[in-house]
């Protein structure tokens, strides 16, 4: 890249790349201090170019309805990456990379399904494949996992990786709603798309995780293969019991180095209300990581967004644009990432939280913690809601540390009980 000018193709000119944009021309003077060159946007691949775009007036952006356009242009110094899905960013990004081009993406789903194929493809002919924005919106984890802490070895990272989420739950806490109003709120305020499905359903988050366990620990953990669970089930009631147990409800996303392996997931969880992460409300993000020369280290902010993400996509293109700069796609030198130590879900241990809908009868109690020391599950604290009609009351139990095949066998004993009446409940405590 030389020259006085690095010059953009840009494929997508929706929210984050109008953020760009927009970065781009109110701190012209500061990132030219930074870098010595400007950094200009030269061309747009958009759908349609006869669209009203909010963009800085002074900005002459050329328009273009083909991939070849920013493909078969020698003047391109990144391509930027911002349309989303799967096939056409899929197509466009192994073209510009076989053709030793830079490109800069926030698609975190491509990378999280495709990944090792592009990192490869992108080692192969020397060429630089950067997403700070694909994981936390404008937080700049990937930096600090591929660069800051490289000398440490990651013995864990926990983490709020889904504002979506984050915001939904939140509302239910603190003023009571219930998941659809809750929901209907987020998508008015913008926080949730038309269609949230995988922001409540956990797949936004596994997508990120699953990148930061390759910058973590240099391993490729199948998206296939890791847990993930969602919101969408969560009940105000648990929210309540949580909170009288000093809990709030989070979506939380996870990897931690155990029994030779990586115990890795996403799953909602009850978080100490003291708890660093406990703490974060709202559409916010929160990344904890502990290294084992550093300790615990948090990275907080603004998980989406045009200018938060807008500013992660363009701190990659800084870094490209500085001289001397040579690829690092993913922190380590490996063409392919080994595949990871996975420790099996049944062997994970964790302290939980029950909630069984019972008939109101003597002995109910008793059966239940009878099974649950059969299968090594020692009870913490215990609520029981009383009632006037003898039926369907909540028993709530808090346990100790406990193996996750255990609680299951436990759950699937005590639900075949007569006295239950309706489906349990059950989350991990982090």
């Known amino acids: ?71 078969q242009d020698p003047e391109l110094d990144i391509i930027v990456e911002l ?162 147990f000093g809990f709030r409800v989070k979506l939380i996303a996870q990897v931690r180095h155990s029994q030779g392996g990586l115990d890795a997931g996403v799953f909602t969880a009850l978080v100490r209300q003291e708890h660093i992460l406990g703490k974060v409300d709202g559409p916010f993000n929160a990344v904890l990581v502990e290294g084992d020369a550093v300790g615990p280290l948090m990275l907080y902010g603004q998980g989406a967004g045009d200018l938060p993400t807008g500013s992660a996509v363009l701190a990659d293109i800084m870094a490209l644009a500085r001289a001397g700069c040579s690829p690092n796609n993913t922190g380590f030198p490996e063409i392919v990432l080994p595949p990871a130590a996975i420790l099996s879900p049944d062997h994970v241990r964790s302290r939980h939280y029950f909630r069984f809908t019972v008939l109101d009868r003597p002995g109910v109690l008793a059966v239940i913690a009878g099974v649950f020391g059969q299968r090594n599950i020692s009870i913490a604290q215990m609520v029981q809601k009383g009632s006037s009609s003898g039926r369907n009351v909540p028993v709530v139990f808090i346990t100790h540390s406990a193996q996750a095949r255990d609680v299951t066998a436990a759950v699937r004993e005590i639900d075949t009980q007569s006295f239950i009446t309706a489906p349990s409940v059950h989350y991990r405590i982090l």
């Open 1 to 71: 890249m030389s020259g006085e000018l690095i010059r953009l193709g840009l494929a997508g000119l929706g929210t984050v790349g109008t953020g760009l944009a927009k970065i781009l021309a109110s701190n012209a003077d500061w990132i030219q201090r930074r870098l010595g060159r400007q950094v200009v946007i030269k061309s747009a691949l958009v759908r349609d170019p006869t669209k009203v775009r909010d963009l800085p007036s002074r900005m002459n952006i050329a328009l273009a309805t083909s991939m070849d356009d920013l493909l």
């Open 83 to 244: 349309m989303g899905g799967l096939d056409a960013p899929y197509r466009l990004i192994s073209a510009a990379l076989a053709r030793g081009k830079a490109v800069v993406t926030a698609n975190k789903a491509l990378l999280a399904e495709r990944g090792n194929e592009l990192f490869s493809l992108a080692a192969k002919h020397g060429a630089a494949l950067y997403y700070e924005a694909s994981v936390a919106g404008g937080i700049p984890i990937v930096q600090v996992l591929k660069e800051s802490l490289a000398g440490n070895r990651i013995k864990a990272l926990t983490g709020i990786l889904n504002g979506t989420a984050n915001y939904i739950l939140t509302e239910m806490t603190d003023r009571g709603l219930d998941f659809q109003t809750a929901l209907g709120q987020a998508q008015a305020k913008g926080y949730a798309e038309a269609d949230p499905t995988l922001d409540i359903q956990g797949m936004d988050a596994a997508h990120k995780l699953v990148l930061l366990i390759r910058l973590a620990y240099g391993e490729d953990y199948p998206l296939s293969e890791l847990p993930v669970q969602g919101i969408s089930h969560v009940d105000p009631q648990d929210i309540i019991f949580a909170d009288q």
